[in-house]
């Protein structure tokens, strides 16, 4: 199974950013967790990171027929963008929101999600495993 992980912006500063929040690990370090979580359960994991929303549009509209699964942490624009959404609703490649925070627990305009519009199911607050979570359910029921 070919599952393609992406993860959108300022996920990349990992490490850095607010780390009462995320962490002190970096996005290197996230990187190297999901390789080894899917390697363990047998799958297989093209991880990607962008600042940018068209070009999180493109690599979704690229997943169709050549993707298994996405999981996705589209970061701030969860909140914001229908382009995304639109994306993955054309797309049709089965996706899992993924959050490092339980967004609903924050601020109230991170409560609205447009990727949850379109995924199957929600990973959030449980920093790096909510990816490990992803991976293992889209493993364990075959995307
Ligand atoms: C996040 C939560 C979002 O609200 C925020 O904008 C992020 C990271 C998370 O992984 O907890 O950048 O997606």
């Known amino acids: 199974m070919k599952i393609l992980v992406l993860n959108g912006p300022n996920l990349n500063m990992l490490g850095v ?4 929040l995320y962490g002190s690990r970096t996005y290197a370090d996230l990187v190297a967790f999901i390789g080894e979580k899917a390697a363990a359960l047998g799958v297989e994991a093209e991880v990607r990171q962008t600042n940018h929303e068209g070009t999180l549009v493109d690599w979704i509209q690229e997943s169709r ?4 699964a996405i999981v996705l ?3 701030a624009y969860t909140h914001t963008s229908v382009a995304v959404l639109d994306a993955l609703k054309a797309a ?7 959050h490092l925070t ?4 924050r601020e109230s305009f991170r ?3 447009y990727v949850a519009m379109a995924a199957e199911k929600t990973f959030s ?12 359910w889209f493993a364990s029921k075959g995307a």
């Open 111 to 113: 409560r609205v999600s």
């Open 17 to 20: 950013r607010e780390p009462h």
């Open 102 to 105: 339980e967004p609903k627990e």
């Open 125 to 136: 607050g449980r920093g790096f495993d909510s990816y490990a979570d992803a991976l293992a």
């Open 73 to 75: 942490n589209a970061a």
């Open 92 to 98: 049709q490649t089965p996706v899992a929101e993924v």
């Open 65 to 68: 027929g050549a993707f298994d």
